[in-house]
């Protein structure tokens, strides 16, 4: 089946990323005839990304799926726009209203390869070079790694710290992928998110950036979402 010609998927980059992230993606979906448009968000604040996301939303015509990856699951909530008929999740966070995005980052333990993070001077945080191979994607390509170190966007404590308002997960559809081997997210909270918002659960066995290293997967499940919402 191919989509109709005004359907679009909204895909939202996360932290230490920009729309190129989703590079992989991006063809597979439009071979099945869905538009496709990278919100670029500023990681300033979770307001600033929500209302950089509209921005983006406003741009399309017709019925929506809106997919975020890591981060980009908070500020993917605050799509409430009545075109919006599935939220996807890759191994993304999913504050509830008024929790903080660290409160469910930190919900447990931490990988033992996880990077260690701490805001600069202007209070931005920036993912240390070891941290892509050890953890962002380690089972990508050395050119993959080497490209998302010199692309990398700090993301703002803002983000992080600013409780997030009601979920739009509590009133529209939702499709978690759920990362097993995930260094950055543990996969406990993942599916712990996922349960909460009552999601459709898909998980396999990759890294926190299957964007990156396993794009079919990722298609898969954007995909099985708009054929469940969008037909």
Known sequence: MRFSENATVVVVHGAWADGSSWQRVVRPLEDWGLNVIAAPIPLTSLSDDAAALKRTIARTQGPLIVAGHAYAGAVIATANEERVKALVYIAALAPDEGEQVAQVFYKHETHSKA???????????????????????????????????????????????????????KSK????????????????TQRFMAERMKATVRSFVVDHTPLLTAPDKVVEVILEAAKATLS
């Open 173 to 188: 559809p939702a499709w978690y992928l759920v990362a097993e081997e995930d260094r950055m997210i543990n996969p406990k």
């Open 115 to 169: 990077p260690q993070l701490a805001p600069d001077a202007d209070g931005f945080i920036w993912m240390p070079d070891e941290g892509f191979a050890n953890a962002f994607a380690q089972n990508a390509t050395a050119e993959q790694i080497s490209l998302s170190k010199v692309v990398q966007r700090p993301i703002s404590v803002k983000c992080i710290q600013e409780p997030a308002p009601a979920p739009a997960w």
